[in-house]
C-alpha cells in the first residue's frame, strides 16, 4: 500500500506562482512513476506531468514551460512547481503513484486531491 498527502493548495492571482507537495509514504520501492493530475469543474481527471525512476518526465501541452515536477527522494516528497497560472489552471490536482504489473496492468494510488484557484 501506498499513502499521498498534498499539500500547498490555495488562492492565488493570475500570473502568481504555487508550489503543491505530495508526501509517500508505505510501500514506495516498487513506485515506477508520479504523476499529477487535475480535474476542473464538469471535465474529467486528466494528467499533466510525470516523472519516472530515471528522472524522465512528461508534460501535457497546457503546461509545458509554466509546470515542473520534481522530487526529492530523501523525503519521499514529490513536488509540482507552478508558475504564471491562469484561471484555466483553477482545479482540484492530484498526485498519483503507479506501479507496473505484468501483462501490462497497473495499480494507481491516490493522494485526495487538493483545490488551486486561481482568481482575482
Known amino acids: 500500500q501506498v499513502q499521498l498527502v498534498e499539500s500547498g493548495g490555495g488562492l492565488v492571482q493570475p500570473g502568481g506562482s504555487l508550489r503543491l507537495s505530495c508526501a509517500a509514504s508505505?510501500?514506495?520501492?516498487?513506485?515506477?512513476?508520479m504523476a499529477w493530475y487535475r480535474q476542473a469543474p464538469g471535465k474529467p481527471r486528466g494528467l499533466i506531468t510525470s516523472?519516472?525512476?530515471?528522472?524522465?518526465?512528461l508534460y501535457t501541452d497546457s503546461v509545458k514551460g509554466r509546470f515542473t515536477i520534481s522530487r526529492d527522494i530523501a523525503k519521499n516528497t514529490v513536488y509540482l512547481q507552478m508558475s504564471s497560472l491562469q484561471p484555466d489552471d483553477t482545479a482540484v490536482y492530484y498526485c498519483?503513484?503507479?506501479?507496473?504489473?505484468?501483462?501490462?496492468?497497473?495499480?494507481?494510488?491516490w493522494g485526495q486531491g487538493i483545490q488551486v484557484t486561481v482568481s482575482l
Open positions: 516523472i519516472t525512476n530515471d528522472e524522465s518526465t
Open positions: 498519483n503513484a503507479r506501479i507496473y504489473m505484468t501483462f501490462g496492468t497497473q495499480i494507481d494510488y
Open positions: 508505505g510501500s514506495l520501492s516498487n513506485i515506477d512513476r
